[in-house]
């Protein structure tokens, strides 16, 4: 009665769990007909899609949990001088930005003379 596509590439699914999982649905939610079918989906589609996708990466082994998750990211070190060098720093780095520093130092102003 409600088989619909359950992919993005327009591939249609309908397996025995694809069936089950539909019945399931119609019947929590006491879908009557088309029309309560519609409005469900359109209220409640989001959510899901939003469970459907979880699942699927819990499925395919690609799940991280947000809440054990350790960000890795920080955020840039913002220089205010070419001369200014954050404190922690690897020899790579501690070389390559002394290295601009001093080629920085080399450079002078050009001082205008007035005739």
Partial sequence: ????????????VNGPDNNKLNENILHHYKV??????RQLLQKQGLEFMNYNFQETL???GNYINP????????SPYIFHSVH?????TS???????????NQ????????????
């Avoid at 809440?67 to 920080?74: E, I, P």
């Avoid at 200014?84 to 922690?88: A, C, K, L, V």
């Fill in 1 to 12: 009665m409600y088989k619909t596509p359950r992919m993005n590439d327009g591939r249609s």
């Fill in 32 to 37: 009557q007909s088309n029309w309560d079918y």
């Fill in 58 to 60: 819990k499925q395919n």
């Fill in 67 to 74: 809440s054990n998750k350790q960000s890795a990211y920080k």
């Fill in 84 to 88: 200014e060098i954050p404190t922690s």
């Fill in 91 to 101: 020899d790579l780095q501690l070389s390559y930005l002394t290295n601009q520093s």
């Fill in 104 to 115: 920085a130092r080399l450079i002078s102003p050009s001082i205008p003379t007035a005739k």
